[in-house]
């Protein structure tokens, strides 16, 4: 028995651990019940609040001895159910605090189920049964009336509590109620669709009904049509049956006798479709009489159901069943069957839109009508039959065959002729064959006639129907003219055709002709050595066969072969000689039937004239510019003339020179212009040659510059930037060249706007020499004034700590590192500058090698090792005034690198009194590489040394901060 418990907990409570699924009860519409019953085991102990929701009729399974007692009591219980009423008393342990269950399982091991409780900690438990879950199934859901149907309940495991009642309710009216059986039987009597319900009551109160289980009863079969199609039909004919069923139970399988007899079982068949086609192959009977029985999947059959069938034997025959239009076709037919001696009526269609009622025909001989088709085609003729059994609905005569009885005719066109020959254009004495060809009619063609146009005649004859056409022997005409063969042509139905629309023209042999199309001038009869020659040879025209051959022979051992068409036709081709001399030009010409003609032309082939030297000492320059020109040219006829054209409206004319020599002229241009010279050579045969070239005449060059740093009092370095530009000349300068007069610093081929370092005082002569393109060159000059008050500094061969140079400038490590290699002449691999890092601890050190520190800036005021080689004296240039720029020096904790920059000598002990927190000032010897040390307080007099212009020392202060020269 399944328990389902509903758990009720009041709001202080917690940790109730018993597992039990679903929280489901009997009231109402409730889902599935768990699959598997559920029990509790071992001890219960329940405590409840009177206060709260009381609780009354509890129902707990017990299937095994359980103990269960009120406050200090035991009472033992055996296996079943029970029902409690609990009281203030009843199912409550000592001090009402839990202890602790178990639930005990079939292995003996012990699990919790709940944990302890405090007092106070108060639950309600209603413990129930699983929902009730009926299911109705039956042996069967439909079937024919009447309908025995077996139900019985399938739900597993029912549910509720212990013992049940079944009532029926099938749908029909009946029903029976409160059954112990779960199952039934009930014949439904009617064909309907019922709804069939099962309801199941336990013995705790709780009802529950099924949803309907559908059963349909059936009516049995039945045949609502069966058609026959045709139901009249000529010998040999199929016949299709069709039958259509109400009610019953699908599938079904149709029985059907077609009324044959003598034929056994194949005359009878059945079949799992509503549609049969049978042949009937014999005429035993002039009808038949088919029937059809229908049975369904029950095994319930139909009435037998009849339908007439017709079979007649009809002959349907024609004479010819192939002609041409206009002739005309005999249709003959006969009939056997229907309705026995009363003799027939035939209704001929003959597929072309016309038909012929034969009332005549009245027995069941043969009837015959004749039929003359006007256009071509495939026809088919279709004959209706009409006995004596039943009146026409159309035509009022008596029964219409249903099935037509059809022949397929062939109506061909018209008989046509057409005569050609092998070619229509031909010479006098050459052969033709003449070809009649017929076309429609029907074959065979019984003959083939032609006349030659010239008074000649031919026949043959032919009973092969594969043969439409014949060649006859060929024809030869003497004459020029045009002629017309004649065809005539005779089918197998007797039609004749002519065609006398044949022409064959007779020409004389053919001629040709023979011209050049020369270029650069050439008459027809000259040539230059390596020169193409278009040479054109042309039919002329009435003359030949059409089809024509062309073989042409140049003379120097080539040859060329192309055909054309048409008489007046031509043929051209390219061609060059590659030796001096006289050629002797054939074309042969060959037409299409073995006609032949041909002509000559000379030719004479002379050197090339090639296309002339022009050359020019200067191609550009500027006004009044002088040139030299000289041209030569060689090939051609001797005695060539040069004509100068000097692009200046001056021209020279120069005439009888011989190939290969060289003219030369001399000319001055005195005005800017673009120049083109021409230089013209004609030979005495009329060749031209002509050559060309430009010479640019420019004005005259022009140069300045100017400088975007004034010049004066200036204190180095300064960063001088010029601004060179030109003028007149070619208009495009390939150079400008420049010099600064900064120890030998230039650019050379540098950009019109270069930039230099003056780093020291001085007057420095700047020149610009500009160059363009025709090599023409003019130099400018400036003067640059630096001017400026140095500070001067000694350095000895080591390490030296000098003050920071100038107060207004802004010097870097790379700067004053120029400044003293490159100025002072300072080795660049020996010297080395390290400046205290202004942003942050430790030093920034520039060995020369262009590092990142290569910009790092020299702050006024702070102070510099420098290490070189050798001693050394420099300058640098800035404010050295004592006001008002005063220099403030920003310091950090501990040992500071300070230069004095003032004009002014100061000591040790003023320049620690001026920062504040100062306790030591140190000087570097540069003589002995040693320091010296004054310690504010401590030191004597002779320890406070001076300090000069352009000095360093090291300053110690506790703290960063600052102060002021």
Not at 561 to 575: K, L, W, Y
Not at 905 to 924: C, K, Q, R, Y
């Amino acid at each position: 028995m399944a328990v389902v418990l509903t758990l009720s907990l009041s709001a202080s409570f917690s940790g109730f651990l018993l597992n039990v699924p679903g929280n489901q009860t009997q009231a109402g519409s409730v889902s599935a019940p768990p699959p598997n019953p559920y029990y509790i085991h071992g001890y219960v102990r329940i405590v409840t609040n009177t206060s709260s929701i009381p609780v009354v009729g509890w129902k707990v399974w017990i299937n095994d001895t359980t103990t269960v007692g009120a406050s200090g009591t035991t009472t033992t219980l055996a296996g079943g159910l029970y029902n409690y009423t609990p009281s203030v008393t009843g199912f409550k342990n000592n001090d009402n605090v839990d202890g602790a269950s178990h639930e005990r399982n079939a292995t003996g091991t012990n699990t919790t189920v709940f944990s302890t409780k405090t007092s106070g900690d108060w639950m309600n438990i209603t413990l129930r049964y699983p929902p009730l879950n009926p299911v109705l199934s039956s042996n069967v859901t439909s079937g024919e009336a009447t309908l025995w149907v077996h139900f019985f309940n399938t739900g597993s495991p029912l549910g509720g509590n212990g013992s049940y009642t079944f009532s029926w309710i099938f749908g029909d009216g009946s029903s029976l109620w409160n059954q112990a059986k779960p199952y039934v039987d009930h014949n439904y009597t009617a064909a309907g669709t019922y709804c069939a319900r099962l309801v199941v009551n336990d013995t705790a109160g709780d009802s529950w009904k099924t949803p309907c289980r559908t059963i349909t009863a059936n009516l049995p079969p039945s045949i609502t049509s069966f058609t026959v199609a045709p139901d009249a039909v000529n010998l040999s004919s199929p016949v299709t049956f069709a039958t259509s069923i109400a009610h019953g139970t699908s599938p079904y399988t149709y029985t059907y006798q077609f009324g044959q007899s003598g034929a056994g079982a194949s005359f009878t068949t059945s079949s799992t479709t509503n549609s049969i086609t049978h042949t009937y192959t014999s005429q035993t009977n002039q009808s038949y009489v088919a029937n059809v029985t229908v049975k369904d999947s029950v095994g319930k059959s139909t009435n037998t159901s009849q339908q007439p069938v017709w079979v007649y034997l009809i002959d349907l025959h024609a004479s010819p069943r192939s002609t041409d239009v206009g002739q005309p076709v005999t249709i003959s037919a006969s009939a056997l069957g229907g309705s026995g001696g009363l003799g027939f009526t035939y209704f001929f269609k003959f597929g072309d839109g016309t038909s012929s009622l034969v009332v005549a025909c009245t027995t069941k001989a043969s009837c015959s009508v004749s039929h003359t088709y006007s256009s071509p085609g495939s026809y088919t003729v279709t004959l209706f039959l009409n006995d004596s059994l039943a009146v026409n609905k159309i035509t009022g005569l008596d029964r219409l065959v249903s099935v037509p009885v059809t022949l397929p005719i062939q109506v061909n066109s018209a008989l046509a002729a057409s005569i050609t020959s092998n070619i229509t254009y031909t010479d006098i004495g050459s052969p033709v064959s003449l070809t009649a060809t017929g076309s429609g009619g029907t074959v065979p063609y019984l003959f083939f006639n032609i006349t030659t146009g010239a008074g000649g005649y031919q026949n043959t004859t032919n009973a092969n129907p594969a043969i439409t056409s014949a060649t006859f022997s060929p024809v030869t005409y003497g004459a020029t003219g045009t002629y017309h063969p004649t065809a005539t042509i005779g089918d197998n139905v007797g039609e004749v055709a002519r065609n006398t629309t044949g022409v064959v023209v007779v020409n004389s042999t053919p001629q040709v002709t023979l011209s050049n199309q020369g270029y650069l001038g050439l008459n027809t009869n000259s040539a230059y050595v390596g020169e193409s020659l278009t040479v054109v040879g042309q039919v002329k025209l009435n003359t030949g066969t059409p089809g024509f051959t062309l073989n042409f022979s140049y003379g120097d051992g080539s040859y060329f072969q192309s055909t054309c068409s048409t008489s007046g036709c031509s043929v051209s081709h390219v061609h060059s000689w590659l030796a001096t001399g006289g050629y002797s030009v054939s074309v042969r010409v060959v037409d299409s039937v073995g006609g032949v003609g041909s002509t000559t032309q000379s030719l004479t082939v002379y050197p090339a004239l090639s296309l002339p030297t022009l050359a020019a000492n200067r191609s550009a320059g500027e006004v009044n510019l002088h040139v030299a020109f000289n041209s030569s040219v060689t090939g051609g006829v001797p005695g060539l003339t040069f004509a100068w054209q000097f692009g200046d409206g001056s021209t020279v004319t120069v005439s009888g020179l011989g190939s290969g020599v060289t003219n030369m002229q001399f000319h001055a241009y005195t005005v800017v212009r673009n120049a083109t010279v021409n230089v013209t050579v004609n030979d005495t045969q009329g060749e031209s040659v002509v050559v060309h070239l430009t010479v640019f005449i420019y004005p005259l060059l022009a140069a300045s510059f100017t400088s975007s740093t004034a010049t004066g009092n200036l204190n180095p370095p300064v960063n001088a930037t010029f601004l060179g530009s030109a003028r007149g000349g070619s208009s495009s300068y390939l150079f400008f060249n420049w010099t600064f007069g900064n120890a030998g610093l230039a650019s050379g081929a540098s950009p019109r706007s270069p930039v230099t370092t003056y780093w020291a005082s001085g007057t420095y002569h700047v020149n610009l020499t500009v160059t363009d393109n025709a090599s023409d060159k003019l130099t400018v000059s400036q003067t640059f004034v630096v001017s400026g008050s140095p500070a001067t500094f000694d350095l000895v061969a080591g390490w030296n700590l000098m003050g920071s140079p100038v107060v207004n400038e802004s010097y870097t490590l790379w700067s004053l590192f120029h400044v003293l290699t490159t100025i002072y002449g300072a080795s660049a691999s020996t010297t080395s500058l390290t400046v205290q890092n202004i942003s942050g601890p430790g030093n920034v050190t520039y060995p020369g090698g262009g590092s990142y520190a290569a910009t790092y800036p020299v702050a006024p005021g702070r102070g510099i090792w420098v290490d070189v080689a050798s001693p050394l004296s420099a300058a640098v240039y800035g404010n050295l005034t004592a006001g008002p720029l005063y220099p403030k020096v920003s310091l950090q904790g501990g040992w500071n690198n300070v230069g004095w920059t003032l004009t002014g000598t100061t000591n040790a002990t003023d320049l620690a009194a001026m920062i504040p927190g100062a306790s030591a000032i140190s000087m570097w010897n540069s003589t002995t590489q040693s320091y010296t040390t004054f310690i504010v307080g401590f030191s004597s007099p002779s320890y406070n040394f001076s300090i000069r212009e352009g000095m360093g020392v090291l300053v110690w202060v506790p703290s960063s901060g600052s102060f002021t020269e």
